[in-house]
């Protein structure tokens, strides 16, 4: 063999190993990088699950933050309507101890009087009694209309039964005594007498 031949064997045999070593190589760089490419989809994957876990607790907190938002609105509206019925209301327990005295003033008027003496003390319990009623309308007392009326249990409580053959059935005929409302709630109903 002559020495071309051999160094020819020879770079043929450098060339080979040199293959063998970029083979080697590119083997070593590929599992180099599927061991990367396998990292980073457990770090991908990682990642998500924590997106994932960061997002439901995001969630539940909004859901609480608008529950409690909700609530927190509806007790102010609550209070608010509270408010507003106490202020509309606030004279009620007075003008319900009151309406004794509106009921006794009212008999005191039906006695009939004969004498000077008499007469005066009538006009002056008269003037009390105008300016009573006039003390508790403005507080929105109003007396609950009855005799001619249709008998209405939410303003009527029939405590007699008469018969008149000239009016209609369920007509008041009498009053017995008056009722009472202040704005829009009854204080007490009337007493009244009903036709058959």
């Known amino acids: 063999m002559t020495e071309t031949t051999k160094n020819q064997e020879l770079e043929q ?3 080979v190993e040199k ?3 970029v083979a080697v190589d590119e083997t070593v760089e590929e599992a180099k990088e599927e061991v990367v490419a396998e990292e980073a989809v457990e770090a991908v994957d990682e990642s998500e699950q924590k997106i ?3 997002e439901a607790k995001l969630s539940e907190e909004e859901n609480r933050y608008l529950r409690l938002r909700a609530d927190y609105d509806n007790l102010l509206r609550r209070n608010k309507l509270d408010r507003e019925a106490a202020e509309k209301f606030r004279a009620q327990s007075l003008l319900t101890d009151l309406m004794p005295v509106l009921d006794n003033l009212e008999r005191a008027l039906q006695v009939e009087v004969t004498s000077e003496e008499a007469t005066s003390l009538y006009k002056g319990v008269e003037m009390v009694y ?3 009623v006039e003390a508790t309308n403005k507080e929105g007392l109003e007396a609950i209309a009855s005799e ?3 008998f209405d249990p939410n303003f009527h409580q029939a405590v007699m039964q008469e018969q008149d053959s000239d009016k209609e059935a369920g007509i008041v ?3 017995l005594q008056k009722g009472y409302k202040l704005k829009d709630r009854v ?3 009337a007493m009244v007498s ?3």
Do not use: I, K, S
């Open 19 to 21: 293959a063998d070593e």
């Open 13 to 15: 045999e450098t060339t």
């Open 173 to 175: 005929l009498r009053e």
């Open 52 to 54: 994932a876990e960061l």
């Open 148 to 150: 001619g009326e249709m």
């Open 187 to 189: 204080l007490r109903p």
């Open 130 to 132: 105008r300016q009573f």
């Open 194 to 196: 009903v036709n058959e």
